[in-house]
T-cell receptor
Framework: GESVGLHLPTLSVQEGDNSIINCAYS??????FIWYKQESGKGPQFIID?????DKRQGQRVTVLLNKTVKHLSLQIAATQPGDSAVYFC???????????FGQGTRLTINP | NAGVTQTPKFQVLKTGQSMTLQCAQD?????MSWYRQDPGMGLRLIHY???????DQGEVPNGYNVSRSTTEDFPLRLLSAAPSQTSVYFC?????????????FGPGTRLLVL
């Protein structure tokens, strides 16, 4: 059925290293994917999105990769900074659907 | 633009009480939605609206009512609060009802039902 999950609930990285957050989705009809960042006590904040006609999209310090063959999505954060500490959610949608399906989230912590 | 605003920020209710969580957006977005977020979990859709006068149920609609009389406002009503409704509630909006665009979230309302 429709579900979006994450391989790891927590991820710890050293400041300055690159972070990779993974997400698996089960609906092969999904064609739009979003990554959100949620800091403590705040609402989710849009980071980057990707449509299924692409396999890679880059933003400022972030890159999203989409592998439709294995239904896998990843978020790469370059040169991780303390301000990147948050919970990261992936979400999926398919054309015409009136809702997003969210994953459980991964907590990213930065070690000094 | 203020974006998506929610009131109150925090609320304590007794079992059986009713209340309305307010949500407003000033971006002229057609699509609005309500989610709840429980500890260690992602967001679950409660109700959504694709435009004024149109609402529909999401994944967890029981115990909640919504209405959409204007484009700007999308209140969420708890008719008889239960401890299971203790959660953080987020309102979101986007331009495209098909959701193939960014959804903007409000800051959330923390609800505690005793």
């Amino acid at each position: 059925g429709e579900s979006v999950g994450l391989h790891l609930p927590t991820l710890s990285v050293q400041e300055g290293d690159n972070s990779i957050i993974n997400c698996a989705y089960s609906n092969s009809a999904s064609d739009y994917f979003i990554w959100y960042k949620q800091e403590s006590g705040k609402g989710p904040q849009f980071i980057i999105d990707i449509r299924s006609n692409m396999d890679k999209r880059q933003g400022q310090r972030v890159t999203v990769l989409l592998n439709k063959t294995v239904k896998h999505l990843s978020l790469q954060i370059a040169a991780t900074q303390p301000g990147d500490s948050a919970v990261y959610f992936c979400a999926e949608n398919f054309q015409g659907a009136q809702k997003l399906v969210f994953g459980q989230g991964t907590r990213l912590t930065i070690n000094p | 633009n203020a974006g998506v605003t929610q009131t109150p920020k925090f609320q304590v209710l007794k079992t059986g009480q009713s209340m309305t969580l307010q949500c407003a957006q000033d971006m002229n977005h057609e699509y609005m939605s309500w989610y709840r977020q429980d500890p260690g979990m992602g967001l679950r859709l409660i109700h959504y609206s694709v435009g004024a006068g149109i609402t529909d149920q999401g994944e967890v609609p029981n115990g909640y009512n919504v209405s959409r009389s204007t484009t700007e406002d999308f209140p969420l009503r708890l008719l008889s609060a239960a401890p299971s409704q203790t959660s953080v509630y987020f309102c979101a909006s986007s331009r495209n009802p098909g959701l193939q665009e960014t959804q903007y979230f409000g800051p959330g309302t923390r609800l505690l039902v005793l």
